[in-house]
């Protein structure tokens, strides 16, 4: 696996022996009035430092499209200009780079995001979990769920539970299943954990109640069950194992903490809350493989019920997000637009 070291990543590239290959370029938050805003063009500003990138910040107002006149220009220049000094006055307590962008725009935060991030080439989106709207408890609000699923390259989700809390231990949190995506993520991981000299914990999930297409009531303590339960504890343990030989060698608290006895997602999400980590980094997929799914299963569990926030990683192969445009899109997407 490619290590990132924060010196190497500092223009956006990390040296994997003779490859370079590209990581965030630009980051756009997005700021409503929400009190979590400041927390997300922190951390947006973050990760922009550490890996090189732009950041940009967008404020969508409701009205109609950006492409079309408003009703008052001049009430709409003066409405404009108060919003951006209220940015940038946010982008100095955020700790924001000076060179940073601001946008302020009218119509449907939707359409107004995703033309923004496409027009400047945005490869990381930061927002909040009820972005431009109210969230739900359990779950994205509408805008966020659609942008975490549509846009073409990462997203970072950051929650309401996240504004004011306590300080959260500077530790850094990485599910893994084993998936190459998986170890992909790992890498942004380790480069954010050195950075912040924080603490890597590697979440590895085992099910051993489901193997084989079993389940509560195959389980039993009979000689065959007895046999599979062994050989899911071998490969589990081989798995660790390889785990551990991922992390890096210069952080002495890093380790890989293995979940037993519950169905993955809840166990992941149990861990979370345990660790009380700053931040969690995430691949969006996994070992499934369902073209049809934006996102993993996994990925959309814990994004939803985020009690911190979620780093989640999409497009990590050497060709960068640029090469795609967007995720894979919903059956049920194609079906509205006939």
Known sequence: MADLQPHSVS???????????????????CLDRAPQAMQI????????????????AIRVLPGRPSNSPCADPVDWELTRR????????LAEAAGAPLGMAAIVACGSPMACVEQEAHRRGVDLLALGAGAFGASHRWGLGGTARHLTETFHGSVLIVPE???????RKRRILVPMDGSPSAEAALRYATAIARSRDAELVVLHAVSLSGLFGLG???????????????????????????????LPLDGKNNRVRRLDDDEPR???????CEERGELVVLSARGLGQDPDLPVGSTAD???????????????????SH?????????????????
Do not use: C
């Not at 063009?41 to 940009?56: Q, Y």
């Not at 640029?322 to 006939?338: G, N, V, Y």
């Open 82 to 89: 108060e919003e951006i000094a209220d940015l940038r006055r």
């Open 11 to 29: 223009k956006g590239h990390v040296a994997d022996g003779t490859v370079s290959v590209p990581l965030f370029r630009h980051v756009m938050a």
């Open 41 to 56: 063009l922190h951390e947006a500003s973050a990760l922009a430092s550490l890996f090189g990138a732009d950041v940009t």
């Open 322 to 338: 640029r090469s795609t445009r967007q995720a894979p899109r919903r059956l049920a997407e194609t079906w509205r637009a006939r």
């Open 266 to 272: 809840r166990a992941l999400m149990k861990a979370i």
């Open 161 to 167: 539970e996240a504004a004011g809390d306590l300080p």
């Open 301 to 319: 569990y814990l994004l939803s019920r985020a009690v911190t926030p979620v780093l989640l990683i999409r497009n990590t192969e050497p060709s």
């Open 216 to 246: 509560d009531a195959g389980q039993g303590t009979g000689s065959p069950w007895r046999e599979v339960r062994q050989e899911a504890d071998r490969l589990a343990a081989d798995r660790i194992r390889r785990l551990r030989r991922l």
